[in-house]
């Protein structure tokens, strides 16, 4: 991938990463409902109608489950009608991830960058949509690509006007990636990575994350993919990049066309079902 200049920012405040990962914590503690999910969505005891039942104090939570398990990704339209069923359709990981989603506060999109979460439903879409072809699951694909953007959401909050015009002057996934390591001494995705090992979610979600970068690495190729995905959907002024290098050589241009066209079709109904 290339790197474009670092854009000049304002002086970037101290950046305290044990402070922001603590207030994940605070955040825990308001959204008692969604962190007990986090708890326990991935124990080996966890059951639908458990999580069905946590699910219910929470009616925004629960609404949005209900809403992801009608959309068009997972095929049920209307014949999804109770929760139970619902965490069965859209499986734990997914509820884990919706709960991580709320507890964030990235469902809250006044305290986000203009278009995150347009960048980020396109990069679950296209994630699940390539995930076959790197012997992924489609339903894992998805959650690594919904939360992917979890560390972007966490420096907006630490540095909003700074990281506000970091967003705003550097469009392309590298640049920012670059501008962020020099600003605040680690990426969005990197802190991501971070966060989500702090909270315990699998190994296998942690390793794309930090090798997104690496070219050489089939482990990033996946998230590569799918930034490129929603990079050609997102933003007009984004210059391609070859897709076969980007994807260690699992796709093709011509692969890409459905691709774009499903992602094009079904992001705004995934951002809808998620936000509410």
């Not at 474009?4 to 305290?16: I, S």
């Not at 909270?199 to 998230?223: C, H, N, T, Y």
Request: with cysteine; charged share 20%; net charge negative.
């Amino acid at each position: 991938m290339t790197s474009l200049a670092t854009p000049t920012l304002a002086v970037a405040p101290v950046f305290d990463l044990e402070r922001v990962l603590a207030s994940i914590d605070t955040m825990a503690a308001q959204r008692p409902v969604a962190a007990q999910i986090v708890s326990i969505a991935n124990s080996d005891d966890a059951s639908a109608g458990e999580l069905s039942r946590i699910l219910a104090s929470d009616v925004a939570l629960a609404g949005r489950v209900m809403k992801l398990a009608n959309s068009a990704f997972y095929g049920m339209r209307g014949r999804v009608t109770s929760l139970q069923f619902a965490v069965t359709v859209i499986g734990f990981a997914t509820v884990r991830t919706m709960a991580t989603v709320a507890l964030t506060d990235l469902d809250d999109e006044s305290r986000l960058p203009e278009d995150f979460w347009e960048t980020s439903t396109s990069l679950a879409l296209a994630a699940s949509t390539l995930a076959p072809r790197f012997a992924e699951r489609p339903q894992d694909a998805l959650c690594l690509g919904l939360l992917a953007q979890m560390g972007v959401a966490l420096l907006h909050h630490n540095d909003p006007d700074g990281y506000g015009e970091l967003w705003t002057a550097e469009r392309s996934f590298d640049g920012r990636r670059a501008a962020e390591v020099q600003r605040y001494g680690i990426s969005a995705l990197r802190l991501t990575s971070v966060a989500l090992e702090q909270w315990g979610f699998p190994i296998g979600m942690l390793v794309p994350l930090k090798q997104v970068g690496d070219l050489s690495s089939f482990s990033g190729a996946l998230l590569r993919s799918a930034f490129e995905v929603a990079a050609r959907l997102v933003d007009r002024h984004h210059e391609e990049l070859p897709i076969e290098r980007v994807s260690c050589g699992q796709l093709r241009e011509r692969d890409l066309a459905p691709v774009l066209e499903q992602v094009r079709t079904d992001a705004a109904e995934l951002r809808q079902a998620l936000l509410g």
